[in-house]
C-alpha cells in the first residue's frame, strides 16, 4: 500500500503524471493517464485527479498536491497568474490554491512564467528549471528545454532573466504527420549525416529551409529518397532554424538540456558541432526537483 | 445546351474543375466538385468526371478533355511521367492518353515537370506556366505562383528553365488551423501594417522565424495582440522566408505572379516593399490559356 507524504503532479495539455513522493526524492510509485489539460472541462479535473491517485490517498490525513503545467492556464483548473522575468524561478508566494471538494487532498499550482518584450510564456519549465538549479545549487548559465515548445533560458544569480520559445517540435510533428512531407516518412529510420548536414545547412543559410522543406518531398518522388534519411533532414532542418535563431543564447556558453533522453541527446550532438559543451538532466528528474523545492518553500512560508 | 469543342480540365489534390471551351478563351460554362485526386481511388476518377460534364457531353461526338494537375500523379487517375527541365513548358509528345471507358470522350493529361538538382517537381503550374507565355508571347524572366506550394520559375527563350518550391500555404493552413497559434486566430481580420513588419523582418532576418511564431501565441495571452494582427503577421513572416529563400529568383527582376487575386495582391506588396515591379494574371485565365495551347499542339502534332 502506497501512503506518500505528498503527491507530485506534471500536468500538461496532453499528459496526467503524478509521482507518491515520500522523503526521498525518488517517487514511491507513479501513475499516468491521457487526461491532459486539453481534454478536460473545468469540473473534470478533480475526478481526474482523482481516478489516478486516489489509491494513494489516506482517509485520516491530509495529502498536499503540488502541480505544474498547463493545468494552471486560464484554459485550466485554476488560473495561476504568470508571474514577470527577471525572477525566481519559483516562489512560494506566487503559488495558487485551488478549491477541491475531497477532504483528504489539498491542490497547489506553480504559476508560469512571462516575459514583456519580446513576449513569451511558459508553463511547467519554470519547474524544470527551479529542479535544475535544485540538482546543481549555484548554476549561472544557459538552460535548452527541447521539445513540443522548446524553451531557452539565461539563469543568473538564481534567476531567470529571459527565455525564447520556439515551435521546433510541434513544427516537426505538424510537417511529418500532417503535410505532403508525410508521404515520405511512413516509415521508421533515422541517418544521423542527414541531420548533421540540414542542420549546418540551416544553421549557416537559415533562408534555405522554406525551399529545403519542400525538396524531401521532391527527392522522395524523382530519387527515392530513403523515409529515415528524410525524417533525419527534416529533424536537422528545423533544430538548426531553431539554433540559429537561439545563437544569442548559446554561442560560448555552456548549455545544460533538460529534456527526453532521446531528444535532448539530439541537441546535444547539434550544439557539440557548434563547438558548445552540453550536459543533460533528465525531465523528469528536474520536474521532480523543482516541485519538491515548490513543497519546501511553501512549507517554509506557511503561518 | 451547352455542347462543347473541347473540356479543359484543372484536377488537382482537393479540386475538380471543368470548363466547357468552344472557339473563344471564355469558357461557355463552368463546374467544379470536391471529386480532388486525393479522394478518389484509380477506377473512381471517370466517374467523377462523368459526374461534372456529362451533361456537356454529345452521344454523336467524341469530346477530347485535357486535363493537367495531380490527376496525372502516380496516385492519380493515370501516371504521365514527369518531363525534366530545362525544356518547354508543354510538350504534345509528353501528354498521355487516359484509357476510358465512355465512347463520349478522350481524356489526355498533361504531365508535370520535375527537376534534379536541386530536387523539385511540378503539376499544374507548369500549364500556367505555359498558359502566361501563350498570353506574353516572347516574355523572359521570372514567374512566381503563390498557392500552398508556392513556385518560383526562370523561363528563358520559352524554356522552364529552373524552379523552385516554397510550403509557404501549407504552413500557413497547419500553423492557423492546426497549431497552438490557432487560439489566437479564431476570429476574422486583417492589418497591412503588421504584414508589412513582419515580412521584412524575415526577409532581413529569416533566423528569427522560429522565436516569432511563438511570439504570436505569447502576445495573444499577456498583451491581448488582436487575431487580425496575429493572422497578418504570421502570413507576412512566412512569405518573408520564402522571399528570403526565392532572393535569386526576384532580385532585380520584373515578377509576373499568376494566382488567385488576393494571394497574387499580397505577394505584389511584398515585392512592391522590395523594389521589385510585379504584374498579375489570374490563375484561372492561365490555366485556361496553358490548357488550350496543350490541345492546339496535340491538334497539330494529330497524324
Redesign the interface.
Known amino acids: 500500500m502506497i501512503r506518500p507524504d505528498w503527491i507530485a503532479v506534471d500536468w500538461g495539455t496532453t499528459h496526467l503524471r503524478a509521482f507518491a513522493m515520500g522523503s526521498a526524492a525518488t517517487p514511491l510509485a507513479e501513475a499516468v493517464s491521457d487526461d491532459g489539460m486539453g481534454r478536460l472541462a473545468r469540473e473534470a479535473f478533480e475526478p481526474a485527479l482523482l481516478r489516478l491517485v486516489g489509491g494513494w490517498l489516506d482517509p485520516d490525513r491530509v495529502i498536499p498536491v503540488v502541480a505544474c503545467g498547463m493545468v494552471g492556464s486560464r484554459q485550466g483548473w485554476f488560473e495561476a497568474p504568470?508571474r514577470t522575468v527577471p525572477c525566481p524561478a519559483l516562489d512560494a508566494g506566487g503559488m495558487v490554491q485551488v478549491p477541491v471538494t475531497d477532504p483528504r487532498l489539498t491542490v497547489r499550482i506553480v504559476p508560469g512564467l512571462?516575459?514583456?518584450s519580446?513576449?513569451?510564456?511558459m508553463r511547467g519549465e519554470e519547474t524544470q528549471i527551479a529542479g535544475a538549479l535544485a540538482l546543481n545549487p549555484g548554476f549561472d548559465g544557459v538552460l535548452c528545454l527541447p521539445g513540443t515548445?522548446s524553451k531557452w533560458a539565461q539563469v543568473s544569480a538564481a534567476e531567470v532573466v529571459s527565455f525564447?520559445?520556439?515551435?521546433?517540435g510541434?513544427?516537426f510533428a505538424?510537417?511529418s504527420e500532417?503535410?505532403?512531407l508525410r508521404h515520405g516518412m511512413t516509415e521508421p529510420g533515422w541517418d544521423d549525416a542527414a541531420f548533421d548536414a540540414a542542420l549546418s545547412e540551416t544553421l549557416s543559410r537559415?533562408?534555405?529551409?522554406?525551399?529545403r522543406?519542400?525538396?524531401l518531398?521532391?527527392?522522395g518522388?524523382?530519387?527515392g529518397?530513403a523515409p529515415g534519411v528524410a525524417r533525419a533532414r527534416l529533424s536537422g532542418l528545423l533544430i538548426g532554424?531553431?539554433l540559429?535563431?537561439?545563437?544569442a543564447y548559446w554561442l560560448g556558453q555552456p548549455v545544460l538540456i533538460v529534456g527526453a533522453a532521446r531528444l535532448s541527446a539530439l541537441y546535444s550532438r547539434a550544439l557539440a558541432a557548434q563547438g558548445v559543451a552540453t550536459r543533460q538532466l533528465s525531465a523528469t528528474e528536474t520536474v521532480l526537483a523543482g516541485l519538491a523545492a515548490a513543497r519546501t518553500r511553501m512549507l517554509e512560508t506557511s503561518p
Open positions: 504568470y512571462n516575459q514583456i519580446p513576449p513569451d510564456v515548445h525564447q520559445t520556439f515551435m521546433t510541434e513544427m505538424l510537417l500532417q503535410s505532403v537559415p533562408e534555405r529551409i522554406g525551399a522543406l519542400f525538396g518531398r521532391a527527392e518522388l524523382i530519387a529518397l532554424l531553431e540559429a535563431g537561439s545563437r
